[in-house]
């Protein structure tokens, strides 16, 4: 095989980065780089969307946090760079789990949120004004496994591209 040092050095940051969002993923009680920067993008939705009514600026926050690393995924397939792609694909995960844990806690509303007790919980609110709020679980659930789909798909594009490069530059025997 006509295996290159840039190949195994991608290999281990794929490898680097499925761990580190996996760690952070177990530890959500913690907050990560990862998770300042979610929460700066979630934070930014809401503003952003405010002029689009209530229910779509509550939403927003959420709907930033994972459309914005998705944006990014898209700009790297498009330009063709399929690792990269797969490498924002596991933030697009990550965030999309990120989501489900806020979604779960719709009910008992027991995270803590920025500016204290006098803000709404976006998903008591988004699940009450549906009529959805006894389905919490199952829309948390719902939400959970895209994103572990999310990112097992993210991490299969990434290590898959460095795979197909090797095997593309053929054989040297």
């Given at each position: 095989?006509?295996?290159?040092?840039?190949d195994?050095?991608?290999?281990?940051?794929?490898?680097?980065?499925?761990?580190?969002?996996?760690?952070?993923l177990?530890?959500?009680?913690?907050?990560?780089?990862v998770?300042i920067?979610?929460?700066?993008?979630?934070e930014?939705?809401h503003?952003i969307?405010?002029?689009?009514?209530?229910f779509?600026q509550v939403?927003?926050?959420?709907?930033?946090?994972v459309?914005?690393?998705?944006?990014?995924?898209v700009?790297?397939f498009?330009?063709?760079?399929?690792?990269s792609?797969?490498i924002?694909?596991?933030w697009?995960g990550?965030?999309v789990?990120?989501?489900s844990?806020?979604?779960?806690?719709?009910?008992?509303?027991?995270?803590p949120?920025?500016g204290?007790?006098?803000?709404?919980h976006?998903w008591?609110?988004l699940?009450?004004?549906?009529?959805?709020?006894q389905?919490?679980?199952?829309i948390?659930?719902?939400i959970?496994?895209v994103?572990?789909?999310?990112?097992i798909g993210g991490?299969m594009?990434a290590?898959?591209s460095?795979v197909?490069?090797?095997?593309?530059?053929?054989?040297?025997i």
């Amino acid at each position: 095989m006509n295996i290159r040092l840039s190949d195994y050095i991608k290999a281990i940051f794929v490898i680097m980065i499925t761990w580190y969002f996996i760690y952070c993923l177990r530890s959500l009680e913690n907050f990560h780089i990862v998770t300042i920067v979610n929460l700066i993008i979630h934070e930014a939705g809401h503003s952003i969307l405010l002029f689009f009514g209530q229910f779509i600026q509550v939403l927003g926050g959420s709907l930033f946090q994972v459309f914005v690393p998705l944006i990014f995924a898209v700009y790297f397939f498009i330009r063709e760079d399929i690792y990269s792609s797969g490498i924002i694909l596991l933030w697009v995960g990550e965030s999309v789990i990120e989501v489900s844990r806020y979604a779960s806690d719709a009910t008992l509303m027991q995270l803590p949120l920025l500016g204290g007790d006098n803000v709404i919980h976006d998903w008591n609110w988004l699940l009450s004004y549906t009529n959805l709020l006894q389905h919490t679980s199952l829309i948390a659930s719902i939400i959970f496994t895209v994103g572990v789909l999310i990112m097992i798909g993210g991490f299969m594009v990434a290590f898959g591209s460095i795979v197909r490069r090797v095997y593309r530059r053929g054989i040297n025997i």
